[in-house]
């Protein structure tokens, strides 16, 4: 698919949702919203990536802090923007821009850390799912579903003895 083909592809859409970023993340939303046959358009930076799956998705090859590249992928028409790159600077400035080109959209926003999630809701985004507090949260559950390893079942493990 050519450059023209992109921006046809996308110009062609309304009322779809945006997914920045096609690693693990942006698939499991591109494949929940396939499954729905809800349409959508792919940022993506790696020009690898979409040379690989440009025959399988509406994908565009560009950076999501571009506004430019916002305006090709229909971001002023869709419905839906899912900042899934695993870039904190990018995310930020990315809502920024989307809020702006289009207030009505719903924001669902990819942050590692804590702070910049709280920054990813200032900024505009309506969801933001951060990374760490994620991983916390898989701590916990493996630890508290596996008997023996929860400290206060352990006895064998007491600082100081």
């Known amino acids: 698919m050519d450059e023209v083909q992109e921006q046809n592809d996308a110009a062609s859409l ?10 693990l993340p942006g698939r ?3 494949d929940l ?8 358009c792919v940022i993506e930076l790696n020009a690898d990536t979409v040379r690989r ?5 509406p994908i565009i090859e560009g950076d999501v802090v571009e506004e430019e590249t916002l305006r090709r ?6 419905w839906l923007f899912a900042i899934t790159v695993p870039s904190d600077g990018s995310v930020l400035e990315a809502i920024a821009i989307a809020r702006r080109l289009n207030p009505a959209i719903h924001i669902i926003a990819r942050c590692r850390f804590t702070s910049s999630g709280l920054q990813a809701r200032r900024a505009g985004a309506n969801e933001v799912v951060v990374e760490e507090q994620c991983v916390a949260a898989d701590f916990v559950k493996i630890i508290e579903s596996r008997p023996g390893l929860a ?3 352990n ?3 007491q600082p100081g003895k």
């Open 28 to 30: 499991a939303v591109g």
């Open 73 to 78: 992928a229909g971001i002023e028409r869709s």
């Open 155 to 157: 006895q064998a493990i």
């Open 53 to 57: 799956c440009e025959q399988v998705v």
């Open 14 to 23: 309304s009322g779809h949702a945006v997914i920045a970023g096609y690693g």
């Open 151 to 153: 400290l206060a079942e």
């Open 33 to 40: 919203l396939r499954s729905r046959e809800v349409p959508f």
